[in-house]
Structures are given as structure tokens and as C-alpha cells.
């Protein structure tokens, strides 16, 4: 796929690329060169991916089309004239006719937003110019460390590219223990690095609050309030994110910038060997692609807790890592709620498209949907909980920013619930909700979907992970999206009913969860619930054809988790390749709340 400005191709990068794995050196240095800063009054500069763009005028009309087009098939599916007109049809007939009229007003209206925002992102999307880091600032390279969830082989490995890290200043690479395990304080003698553990304080081991026990940002705050005050900023992995060498010298130079409070960078998965791995990482280039680029243009990108930078006395001032399911989504919002004491200006962030560590992938289905539910309740919780008192103190920009990404993230429950829903009640009563031709129905949704996803295929020209075939079209990645849509909504259930659940940490390490047939039972009650509509159709003699059309693809993407995970277990058994029953570890999908703790380590980058 072609790069965005300043990105280099893979056969572009350091001349050739290795004959073996992937340049993930060359994809360090997606942002460009490193150049010097102004003398004074340094601000970070970005550069636009629009003008760049060898072919602007397809992406202008593409991003015209799109939004226009979407209007079109909104406001033609509602309007009056197309109303459903009922003679005596008994006490249910219009009652029934809304139920199915209100939920395609609403898709529609989503997704418009969601075509908006995606347009807007195209229009705004900015890489930061790197400049070269203020040498002697005090740095602490930060991961953790869960003993009997996390292999202490997977935490050398982190632990020896930390050390390797370059900075031309102090730097202490530190492991926070939550168990204090000897054979992490073994392994950090071995190789110089610092061992923290906050076992057996109580006033670090809280019940709930900012030193939560058995949480990362409990673990971290323990940290901060033990040996913040020797450093100016910490660098910090996932535990199962390795560090590339030049970690530190892509992301400090940003910080010369008073008012920028933390740098991030994308999330790259190294076990790239899985389909489920592969395509997980692959559902995520819109996001780390686009999204978190378009928050460049207002200094609010999200905080993402896989790979980052922070500056200490920016936390300080927020309140430390929030207690929150997806800790450092909740961080970074709250930052931005406040402003710097030294300039009076809001506090910024910056997102570098630099792949600057190299981490684990969900690497099977429960993995997957476990990853899924906790990062989708943790930001729907963030939506509910923080974004009204953000509402009049956050700058106008950063708060749309946020408003879009949000937006664009709800769609697809909100949409999978409210199609469903308007599909089934004609299904069952017979009642389509607006009077228009199956054909032009079909014509307005053709098209609508075709440049939604055009958008969609044309973005993935700005892609940023080393693993992505030259001209991938994504369409894994799209797929994946999709089979989300039901887990996506039980997590916005559970985050308005604010219910209570299990948490499961993903496994780390190369052990991926076991699946099952129960892995799918989400999914396969959906599927039950559309099945028996089209049946129902067919007996009560309701044939719309855009209904029955509406509903078969939803019962596809229920039953397609189910049938790819059968089809690979059919190959194994050919190959005789099963693994004994019981064998593995079982990790079922569960919904996280603020009530379950959630292990140091395992936040919300899984």
C-alpha cells in the first residue's frame, strides 16, 4: 500500500528489506528523519497527510461522495410520503411500523456521523515532525510484572530491550512487581535492572481508588508516589511489548514542547503467526492509522498503554492512573481536562506513527473477545463517566476529537442492535416501517455502503504496521469489525447497568486460551434469534425482500466466528493435530467492571 508523507515502503526502507521477519527498524522511522528544533519557544509542528496524497482529487470526491450520499439514503427512507398508511389494521399495526421506522432513522443517522467523522479524520490527520530529544533529561523505563500470569521468560525479553534503549541522559529501566517474586528480583540483578514491589503495604494495596490492589495503575501510582520525584518523565511497555533501540530518541524530542504532557505510538503484534492474531491487528488500522492521527491536529490523541512516554508532573497534577478498567484511555482524558501551571495552556499529547515496540496479539478467539469486551468497556465507561465534566474544560477541538472517536466506536453496537431490532419486528409482524421499493432501497444501501467503504480501503493506504502485504485491501481487518458488533454491545449493556463481572487476564507468552464451543455463545444466540425470524417470515408470509436481505448478513457475521473456528478444527483433526481435551489454558470471555481488579500488567492492550 502506498505510504502517507514521509513513510517509506518496505522496498524503500534501508535500501532492501531482511529476507527474514520484518523491517520493524525501518518502520521505527515512519515519521521521518529527526531534525533540530527552533532554538526557542519550541512548539510541535505536524505535517498534513492530505497534501501529500499523489491522488488528492479521488480522495476529495471519495470523501464528498461519502457523507452526501449517506445524507441522501437518510432523509429519502424517511420522508412523509414514504410513510407506511394503515387502514383498520387493528390496535398493534403503527405501534409496530415505529419499531421498525425509529431504528433505521437511527442507523442512519450513525452512520452519518460515523462517515462525518471518518472524512474528518481523512481532512485533519497529521504526522508530528520529529526533532531530536533535550539530552540530559531523568528518565525511568517502566514495565510490569504479574508472577503466574506473565512467563518471567517473556519479562527478560522486555526487560533486555529496555536496557538496550539509548538516551543521552539518565535512564533506569525499573520492573514493578506485584508479587515480589525472588525469581523477578533474580532476573533484575542479572541484568541491572530496578526491582520495585508495593507487596505488603497497605496504604498502596487499597480495596478501590488510585492504589487499587492487584491493578496496573495501582501498581504504577505505587511507583510514582515511591520514585516519581527522581525523574522527569517514565517510558513504559506492556509487558509483552519488546522496546526498539530507538525508543526513546522518536518520542522525547516532542517533550520540548512544555505543554506536552505524553507522546504515543501504535500497536504493533509480533506473534504474527495466528489468523485470529492476524486479523485482530489488522481490525485496528483505522484506528492507529487515521484516528490517533487526526488527533495530532488538536493535541489529543488517546493514551494508549502498550507503548508510550509521560511526563511525571502532568500525571502528578491529573490524579496519577485513574482506576478504570482501560486505565490508560480514562489517563489521558483526564490530562487534557487540565492545564499546564507554567504556560496557563491545556495540557497536549502527540501520536507518532513510529512502530517503536513490538508486542503480543490475541492469538485465539476467546482471546480476541476477551481483549474486545475490556477495551470497549473501559472507553464506554470513559463516555459515561468523564466526558460530561469534560464538557466546558476542554479546549473545543480536543473535545470533538474525542466526541468523533467515541461516536466511532459506538456505531457498531449501537447499529447492530438497532438493525437486528427493526429487522426482526418485520420478520415477525409484518410491519416494513417506510414504503419504498426493495430495489431502490437496495440501490441508496449499495452505494452508501460501497463509498463507506471505499473510505474504509482508501485509509489503509496510510497504514503503519510492517506486517500488512503491499496492497492489502483490509478486508480481514473489516471482517473482524463486524463479529465485534455483538460483544461491542453486551459491553455497552453492562457499562450503562454498571453490572459486575469476572475479569480474565489474556494469556501472555504463547499460551493462547483454549476455544470452545461456549467461546461463541454470545454470538450464537444472536444467530438463534435471527434464524428463527427468517423462519417466522416465511410461515406469516412476510417477504420484504430488504428485511430478509438486512437480516442474512447479520446472521453471517454471527455464525462466521463459529464456522471458522470449526472449519480450522476439522483441519486439524486431517492432520491429526488435536490437541488432547483439557489441554491449554481456558480463559472464558468476561465482562470487566470497576468492582474486578485487573491484574498489574494486564490492562487494556491485553
Request: positive net charge; contains cysteine; glycine residues 10%.
Amino acid at each position: 500500500m502506498s505510504p502517507s508523507v514521509g513513510i517509506p515502503t518496505r522496498s524503500t526502507v534501508g535500501g532492501v528489506v531482511p529476507s527474514e521477519g520484518y523491517d520493524y527498524a525501518g518502520y521505527s522511522r515512519l515519521a521521518g528523519p529527526l531534525t533540530e528544533p527552533a532554538a526557542t519557544g519550541y512548539r510541535v509542528e505536524c505535517r498534513s497527510l492530505l497534501p501529500a496524497e499523489k491522488h488528492r482529487t479521488g480522495a476529495v470526491v471519495l470523501m464528498a461522495l461519502a457523507p452526501v450520499l449517506t445524507a441522501i439514503l437518510l432523509f429519502h427512507l424517511l420522508r412523509p410520503t414514504h410513510r407506511t398508511e394503515r387502514g383498520n389494521g387493528g390496535p398493534w399495526p403503527f405501534p409496530a411500523d415505529m419499531v421498525v421506522l425509529v431504528p433505521i432513522g437511527l442507523i442512519g443517522l450513525l452512520l452519518l456521523v460515523d462517515v462525518v467523522s471518518i472524512v474528518y479524520a481523512m481532512t485533519v490527520a497529521r504526522d508530528p515532525v520529529p526533532v531530536m530529544p533535550e539530552p540530559g533529561t531523568r528518565v525511568a523505563f517502566l514495565t510490569t510484572y504479574v508472577p503466574g500470569k506473565e512467563p518471567l521468560a517473556m519479562v527478560r525479553a522486555t526487560l533486555k530491550g529496555a536496557v538496550a534503549v539509548r538516551h543521552s541522559g539518565p535512564m533506569d529501566v525499573w520492573l514493578l512487581d506485584e508479587g515480589d517474586d525472588p525469581g523477578a528480583r533474580m532476573l533484575c540483578a542479572e541484568l541491572g535492572v530496578h526491582h520495585f514491589t508495593r507487596s505488603g503495604v497497605p496504604e498502596w494495596n487499597r480495596a478501590k481508588g488510585p492504589h487499587r490492589a492487584r491493578t496496573k495503575h495501582g501498581n504504577y501510582n505505587a511507583w510514582i508516589a515511591r520514585h516519581g520525584g527522581a525523574y522527569d518523565f517514565f517510558a513504559s511497555v506492556d509487558t509483552d511489548h519488546v522496546p526498539q533501540p530507538n525508543f526513546l530518541e522518536r518520542m522525547l524530542g516532542y517533550f520540548r514542547d512544555p505543554d506536552t504532557a505524553f507522546v504515543v505510538g501504535p500497536q504493533v503484534y509480533g506473534n504474527y503467526e495466528a489468523a485470529v492474531t492476524k486479523w485482530a491487528e489488522s481490525q485496528q488500522v483505522l484506528f492507529h492509522a487515521l484516528i490517533q492521527r487526526a488527533g495530532n491536529r488538536y493535541g489529543a490523541p488517546v493514551l494508549v498503554g502498550t507503548n508510550n512516554v509521560v511526563r511525571i508532573a502532568a500525571l502528578r497534577q491529573a490524579g496519577g492512573l485513574h482506576d478504570s478498567i482501560t486505565e490508560d484511555l480514562a489517563t489521558g482524558f483526564e490530562i487534557h481536562r487540565h492545564r499546564n501551571p507554567l504556560t496557563g495552556r491545556h495540557w497536549r499529547s502527540v501520536y507518532t506513527p513510529d512502530v517503536l515496540a513490538v508486542g503480543e496479539g490475541p492469538a485465539s478467539w476467546t482471546d480476541f473477545f476477551t481483549q474486545q469486551l475490556r477495551w470497549s468497556r473501559g472507553t464506554y465507561e470513559t463516555m459515561l463517566r468523564q466526558y460530561g465534566r469534560a464538557l466546558f474544560r476542554v479546549p473545543p477541538g480536543r473535545l470533538l476529537s474525542y466526541t468523533l472517536m467515541f461516536v466511532h466506536h459506538s456505531v457498531n453496537a449501537v447499529s447492530w442492535l438497532l438493525g437486528v431490532l427493526s429487522c426482526t419486528a418485520f420478520l415477525w409482524l409484518g410491519a416494513p416501517g417506510t414504503q419504498v421499493t426493495a430495489s431502490l432501497w437496495l440501490l441508496l444501501c449499495g452505494e452508501a455502503a460501497a463509498l463507506r467503504i471505499g473510505l474504509y480501503l482508501w485509509n489503509r493506504r496510510h497504514n503503519v504496521s510492517p506486517h500488512e502485504p503491499e496492497g492489502s485491501g483490509g478486508l480481514a481487518g473489516m471482517a473482524m469489525s463486524a463479529l465485534c458488533a455483538p460483544v461491542h454491545l453486551k459491553s455497552l449493556g453492562a457499562a450503562v447497568l454498571r453490572t459486575d463481572s469476572r475479569f480474565v487476564v489474556t494469556p501472555k507468552g504463547g499460551s493462547a486460551s483454549t476455544d470452545r464451543l461456549r467461546t461463541f455463545r454470545l454470538h450464537l444466540v444472536w444467530a438463534a434469534l435471527l434464524l428463527a425470524s427468517l423462519v417466522a417470515s416465511v410461515v406469516l408470509d412476510h417477504t420484504h425482500a430488504v428485511m430478509r436481505t438486512w437480516a442474512a448478513p447479520a446472521l453471517v457475521i454471527a455464525l462466521a466466528p463459529v464456522a471458522v473456528w470449526s472449519f480450522g478444527r476439522l483441519r486439524e483433526r486431517r492432520a491429526g493435530a488435536v490437541r488432547p481435551a483439557g489441554s491449554g489454558q481456558e480463559a472464558e470471555p468476561a465482562l470487566v467492571t470497576p468492582a474486578a481488579s485487573t491484574p498489574a500488567g494486564g490492562n487494556g492492550a491485553g
